[in-house]
């Protein structure tokens, strides 16, 4: 049986220049990832566009990360706009994290966020 896909969304807005500049530094990276055999879902989603999705979720600083797989969120912050960081925050939740790994407790809007994340196709 596959492992369920872990769950990578960036979440921006359209109107932040800097969003614009990451958005080929996200792709890049979890294509690296995809490509390296790790099973992902990832999703850029612009908070304005869908509200519904991000819910009571406050987003406050761009880009955020949000890490989740079908037991529960990894990580969920915002993160410095360069590829290493992201690559290393990567690394470190997805392939060196020991399989009894315990992730700290997600705010329950964020844990509302990643069901309804993962619940989208």
């Known amino acids: 049986m596959l492992a369920a896909p872990t769950c990578i969304a960036c979440l921006c807005?359209?109107?932040?220049?800097?969003?614009d500049d990451y958005a080929p530094v996200f792709?890049?990276?979890?294509?690296e990832l995809a490509a390296a055999g790790v099973p992902l879902r990832c999703r850029w989603i612009d908070i304005e566009d869908e509200a519904d999705l991000v819910g009571d979720f406050d987003v406050e600083t761009f880009p955020t990360i949000v890490i989740a797989d079908a037991l529960g969120v990894r990580f969920a912050g915002p993160?410095?706009?360069q590829?290493?960081?992201?690559r290393r925050l990567l690394r470190a939740t997805l392939l060196e994290a020991a399989p009894d790994t315990r992730w700290p407790v997600a705010a329950p809007e964020i844990e509302a966020f990643a069901q309804r994340l993962r619940a989208r196709p």
């Open 83 to 86: 590829a290493d960081t992201l």
């Open 13 to 19: 807005a359209a109107w932040c220049r800097l969003c």
């Open 27 to 31: 792709e890049q990276v979890t294509h």
């Open 79 to 81: 993160l410095t706009p």
